[in-house]
């Protein structure tokens, strides 16, 4: 059973930073789109970055200059860099594994991440 899990959320100040990392167990294709979304209290999860096998990122435009994501294919990981973390930012960030052919996608359980003064 495809598996992604995630670490490194948590508590950071008004402008610090944090790394979210996500593993994804054997079964994730190569060529599958890996991404990070974030749902907001009360809000929906919208998609904040992805990156292609090629490593071709995405942004989301408010985090555009803030955020990176970064992927390891020997590892199978998918990272996030988040720097100038900002109130709005506060939520809970699922890696995701996108659909290709023979595979349907998968979905890690999030972790939160919490911004405060």
């Known amino acids: 059973q495809v598996q992604l899990v995630e670490s490194g959320g948590g508590s950071a100040h008004l402008g610090e930073s944090l790394r979210l990392s996500c593993v994804a167990s054997e079964g994730v294709p190569e060529r599958s789109v890996l991404a990070w979304y974030y749902q907001p209290p009360g809000g929906q999860r919208e998609m904040v970055a992805s990156i292609t096998a090629s490593g071709r990122p995405y942004y989301k435009e408010s985090v555009r200059d803030r955020f990176t994501i970064s992927r390891d294919t020997v590892r199978n990981t998918v990272d996030l860099q988040m720097n100038g973390l900002k109130f709005e930012d506060s939520g809970i960030y699922y890696c995701?594994?996108?659909?290709?052919?023979?595979?349907?996608?998968?979905w890690g359980k999030g972790i939160v991440v919490i911004v405060s003064s």
């Open positions: 995701n594994a996108g659909m290709v052919h023979g595979f349907r996608g998968a």
